[in-house]
Protein backbone atom coordinates (compact mmCIF):
# COMPACT_ATOMS: atom_id res chain seq x y z
CA UNK A 1 0.00 0.00 0.00
CA UNK A 2 1.43 3.45 -0.80
CA UNK A 3 0.54 6.73 0.66
CA UNK A 4 -0.62 9.69 -2.18
CA UNK A 5 -1.99 12.79 -2.36
CA UNK A 6 -5.13 13.59 -2.95
CA UNK A 7 -4.09 15.63 -6.32
CA UNK A 8 -0.71 16.16 -7.93
CA UNK A 9 0.79 19.69 -7.65
CA UNK A 10 -0.70 20.10 -4.10
CA UNK A 11 1.58 18.98 -1.85
CA UNK A 12 5.16 19.21 -1.60
CA UNK A 13 6.79 15.76 -1.71
CA UNK A 14 5.45 13.43 0.53
CA UNK A 15 7.84 10.27 0.75
CA UNK A 16 9.09 11.22 3.61
CA UNK A 17 6.70 12.04 6.15
CA UNK A 18 3.35 12.43 4.60
CA UNK A 19 1.33 13.23 7.56
CA UNK A 20 3.46 16.57 7.96
CA UNK A 21 3.84 17.15 4.04
CA UNK A 22 2.66 20.88 3.32
CA UNK A 23 0.45 22.33 0.90
CA UNK A 24 1.87 24.34 -2.01
CA UNK A 25 0.77 27.45 -3.40
CA UNK A 26 1.75 29.64 -6.38
CA UNK A 27 2.38 33.85 -5.88
CA UNK A 28 2.49 35.87 -9.34
CA UNK A 29 5.57 38.54 -9.06
CA UNK A 30 3.90 40.41 -11.58
CA UNK A 31 0.57 41.18 -9.93
CA UNK A 32 1.08 39.34 -6.30
CA UNK A 33 -2.04 37.20 -6.68
CA UNK A 34 -1.56 34.24 -4.92
CA UNK A 35 -2.97 30.53 -5.57
CA UNK A 36 -3.18 27.32 -3.93
CA UNK A 37 -1.67 24.22 -5.91
CA UNK A 38 1.70 24.80 -8.06
CA UNK A 39 0.80 27.01 -11.41
CA UNK A 40 2.93 27.72 -14.42
CA UNK A 41 0.99 30.79 -15.40
CA UNK A 42 -0.79 33.64 -13.24
CA UNK A 43 -4.70 32.90 -13.34
CA UNK A 44 -5.18 36.92 -12.75
CA UNK A 45 -2.48 38.18 -15.32
CA UNK A 46 -1.19 35.26 -17.26
CA UNK A 47 2.14 35.91 -16.58
CA UNK A 48 4.89 32.90 -16.13
CA UNK A 49 6.88 34.41 -13.71
CA UNK A 50 5.18 32.71 -10.64
CA UNK A 51 7.00 31.14 -7.82
CA UNK A 52 5.78 28.52 -5.95
CA UNK A 53 6.20 27.54 -2.30
CA UNK A 54 4.84 26.08 0.86
CA UNK A 55 1.56 27.62 2.77
CA UNK A 56 2.20 28.40 6.24
CA UNK A 57 -0.25 25.88 8.47
CA UNK A 58 -1.83 28.59 10.53
CA UNK A 59 -4.84 31.30 8.68
CA UNK A 60 -7.97 32.13 9.32
CA UNK A 61 -11.49 31.59 8.15
CA UNK A 62 -12.66 33.79 5.24
CA UNK A 63 -15.79 32.89 4.61
CA UNK A 64 -18.03 29.56 5.51
CA UNK A 65 -21.12 27.73 5.12
CA UNK A 66 -23.13 24.31 5.93
CA UNK A 67 -22.91 21.66 3.38
CA UNK A 68 -25.73 20.20 2.76
CA UNK A 69 -25.60 18.21 0.02
CA UNK A 70 -22.99 15.29 -1.57
CA UNK A 71 -20.43 16.82 -3.31
CA UNK A 72 -19.21 15.19 -6.83
CA UNK A 73 -16.64 12.34 -7.68
CA UNK A 74 -14.13 11.60 -6.95
CA UNK A 75 -14.95 12.79 -3.44
CA UNK A 76 -14.96 9.28 -1.54
CA UNK A 77 -15.27 10.50 2.41
CA UNK A 78 -18.54 9.08 3.60
CA UNK A 79 -22.03 8.33 1.20
CA UNK A 80 -22.28 10.79 -1.97
CA UNK A 81 -26.02 9.63 -1.29
CA UNK A 82 -28.41 12.12 -0.75
CA UNK A 83 -30.33 10.20 2.07
CA UNK A 84 -27.42 9.10 3.65
CA UNK A 85 -25.11 12.38 3.53
CA UNK A 86 -24.33 14.41 7.12
CA UNK A 87 -24.24 18.26 6.20
CA UNK A 88 -20.76 19.33 7.36
CA UNK A 89 -18.93 22.45 7.96
CA UNK A 90 -16.85 24.09 4.83
CA UNK A 91 -14.91 27.40 4.78
CA UNK A 92 -12.91 29.43 2.76
CA UNK A 93 -9.47 29.44 4.37
CA UNK A 94 -7.24 32.48 4.16
CA UNK A 95 -3.56 31.14 4.39
CA UNK A 96 -0.16 33.87 3.77
CA UNK A 97 -3.32 35.66 1.11
CA UNK A 98 -4.37 32.59 -0.54
CA UNK A 99 -8.18 31.50 -0.64
CA UNK A 100 -8.99 28.17 -0.83
CA UNK A 101 -11.82 25.83 0.33
CA UNK A 102 -11.70 22.60 2.74
CA UNK A 103 -13.76 20.97 5.04
CA UNK A 104 -13.79 22.18 8.69
CA UNK A 105 -12.84 20.30 12.11
CA UNK A 106 -14.05 21.45 15.31
CA UNK A 107 -16.82 22.87 17.11
CA UNK A 108 -19.63 24.46 14.86
CA UNK A 109 -20.35 26.88 17.06
CA UNK A 110 -16.60 28.49 16.97
CA UNK A 111 -17.53 29.11 13.28
CA UNK A 112 -17.26 32.64 12.54
CA UNK A 113 -15.66 34.75 9.67
CA UNK A 114 -11.27 35.02 10.95
CA UNK A 115 -11.35 32.28 13.70
CA UNK A 116 -8.15 30.95 13.34
CA UNK A 117 -8.14 27.37 11.79
CA UNK A 118 -4.51 25.14 11.11
CA UNK A 119 -4.00 23.06 7.87
CA UNK A 120 -4.24 19.37 8.81
CA UNK A 121 -2.96 16.67 6.55
CA UNK A 122 -4.57 13.24 7.28
CA UNK A 123 -5.73 9.72 5.79
CA UNK A 124 -9.01 10.43 3.23
CA UNK A 125 -9.84 7.44 1.51
CA UNK A 126 -8.58 4.01 0.14
CA UNK A 127 -7.99 3.80 -3.39
CA UNK A 128 -9.20 0.51 -5.66
CA UNK A 129 -5.82 -0.54 -5.33
CA UNK A 130 -5.20 -0.14 -1.56
CA UNK A 131 -3.42 3.05 -1.50
CA UNK A 132 -3.96 5.48 1.09
CA UNK A 133 -4.76 9.02 -0.19
CA UNK A 134 -4.05 12.42 2.08
CA UNK A 135 -6.32 14.94 2.28
CA UNK A 136 -6.28 18.47 3.99
CA UNK A 137 -8.56 19.97 6.00
CA UNK A 138 -9.13 23.15 8.48
CA UNK A 139 -8.84 22.27 12.23
CA UNK A 140 -10.34 25.10 14.50
CA UNK A 141 -8.07 26.76 16.69
CA UNK A 142 -9.09 28.36 20.17
CA UNK A 143 -9.86 32.23 19.55
CA UNK A 144 -7.64 34.25 21.67
CA UNK A 145 -9.87 36.93 21.74
Do not use: H
Amino acid sequence: MAVIPFAEGFMEDISANPYDANLMKSVCNDCGTGFFGTKDRCENCASQDVEQGVLDRDGEIYTYTIQRYPPPEPYKLGSTDRDEWTPRPVAYGEFDGVRFLGLVDGDRQQLEVGAPIELVVEPGWETDDGDEVLIYKFALQENET
